[in-house]
Nanobody, 115 residues
Framework: QVHVVESGGGLVQPGGSLRLSCAASGGNFRLYVMGWYRQAPGNERELVANISPGGHTTYAASVKGRFTISRDNARNSVFVQMDTLRPEDTAVYFC?????????WGQGTQVTVSS
């Protein structure tokens, strides 16, 4: 069983930056597609970015060029650097680990972009 825990959320002004971290335990981290998702009030959960075991990245159109996802297999961790944040980026951000018979979610971390 894979367990993931997010950290790094908070309140930031528009135009600011935050870096979210996700630490995974259990299983074989190197084999998983790791993703960041977000859910704003009244909205469905949506993909922000993901990164394959080989390092291939995918981004939502709304964050491309502003967010950067990365992984550190030695630390069983995935990160997302979020720059030029906008009020519409406000949401709970979730980490996901996906593999064969694996689909694990964290509890989420709140990101609020407001002046």
């Amino acid at each position: 069983q894979v367990h993931v825990v997010e950290s790094g959320g908070g309140l930031v002004q528009p135009g600011g930056s935050l870096r979210l971290s996700c630490a995974a335990s259990g299983g074989n981290f190197r084999l998983y597609v790791m993703g960041w998702y977000r859910q704003a009030p009244g909205n469905e959960r949506e993909l922000v970015a993901n990164i394959s075991p080989g390092g291939h990245t995918t981004y939502a159109a709304s964050v491309k060029g502003r967010f950067t996802i990365s992984r550190d297999n030695a630390r069983n961790s995935v990160f997302v650097q979020m720059d030029t944040l906008r009020p519409e980026d406000t949401a709970v951000y979730f980490c996901n680990a996906r593999g064969v018979a694996i689909d694990s979610w964290g509890q989420g971390t709140q990101v609020t972009v407001s002046s």
